[in-house]
């Protein structure tokens, strides 16, 4: 069947293209298809990548992103984040369903970035009912961050998808050939992990890096066991996390009975855990996360035989994948 190829457009800067040389960036992508109009985005982002763009020296392109409105070093503000994923494609783009066939998939804006970088990197590339599972396999995986997808399929140039997807347990070794013309800090997926990081508070990154020992998601209760006994309050951590999840770092989800959730992209639990590998924390936090569980076995054991066993049971499958010891790998 014939390829499927989706049109991936880049809204402009002051009515230009956001490039000055006429390539790409990496602001958040505006996929578009026939009939539609990409959204508008938000100015402050694009007049500060604009300013990126004026010069090729990292310093001065911070310096001139922070004369254009006025913001500190890097041209962020404090608690300013998820700015920097719009600009660095970290912020995550619609996913397909598991099972999508071709046409489902094709919808997905992850899909529709994967298939146009790929056939850019590869001009016989096409979606199809052979490789539709594996594409959606690495948008699923890789969260649906841009840079990522971009990263991943430059590989089909040499891999299959198939292949690609294989690899992604070493997602930060394979996803290693950015854009030439990119600036050092986008040219890897680990290196714009690792900007995106700095901008955290000691605090923040404290208690994200904790937070890589779960492998699904958690509560908050969860969350203070595993960063609470490093000197941190319990405020502390929830002003952490609030953060954490006001900056794209960490994902809130609803959970059983009204109550929040939360969770670590795949790519950001790996990163998380490669901090806790290289600090000699893992150990100590995998036996936080055991304690922490056990507890938590124990004072649902009596919950089950008593009125709130509905509430209960609930809590019980909310946590049945995240109190599995946490792998030792990143």
């Known amino acids: 069947m014939p390829g499927i190829r989706g049109e991936l457009t880049y809204p402009p800067i002051g009515g230009a293209h956001d490039a000055v040389d006429g390539s790409h960036s990496h602001i958040s992508p505006q996929v578009s298809r026939p009939g539609t109009m990409p959204q508008q985005p938000r100015s402050g982002v694009h007049r500060r990548e604009a300013a990126a763009h004026s010069n090729g020296d990292d310093k001065s392109n911070d310096l001139a992103a922070s004369q254009v409105d006025g913001r500190g070093p890097h041209g962020v503000a404090s608690g300013d984040l998820l700015h920097v994923h719009d600009t660095f494609g970290l912020r995550p783009l619609p996913l397909p369903a598991p099972a999508a066939g071709v046409a489902a998939a094709a919808g997905s804006d992850a899909v529709t970035l994967f298939v146009q970088r790929a056939t850019a990197a590869r001009g016989d590339f096409c979606l199809g009912p052979a490789n539709v599972a594996a594409v959606g396999e690495i948008c699923r995986r890789l969260d649906g961050i841009p840079l990522a997808i971009e990263l991943a399929a430059a590989r089909v140039a040499a891999l299959r998808p198939a ?119 893992a150990e100590r936090l995998a036996r936080r996360h055991a304690e922490h569980y056990t507890a938590f076995a124990e004072q649902a054991g009596p919950e089950l035989l008593g009125p709130r066993q509905l509430h209960w049971q609930h809590r019980i499958r909310a946590d049945s994948t995240t109190c599995r010891p946490p792998s030792r790998g990143p």
């Open 163 to 281: 292949e690609i997807a294989g690899l992604l347990d070493e997602r930060f070794r394979l996803l290693t050939r950015g854009r030439a013309d990119a600036a050092g800090r986008q040219q890897t997926l680990q290196a714009t992990v690792e900007w995106s990081y700095a901008l955290l508070s000691d605090a923040e990154r404290h208690v994200f890096d904790r937070l890589g020992v779960f492998p699904a998601s958690f509560d908050a209760a969860a969350a203070a066991a595993a960063a609470g006994a490093d000197g941190l309050g319990r405020w502390d951590i929830l002003d952490s996390l609030t953060a954490l999840v006001g900056k794209s770092m960490v994902v809130e989800e609803e959970g059983p009975g009204q109550t929040s959730r939360y969770r670590l992209l795949e790519t950001m639990r790996a990163h998380a855990r490669q901090h806790l590998a290289a600090t000699g924390e």
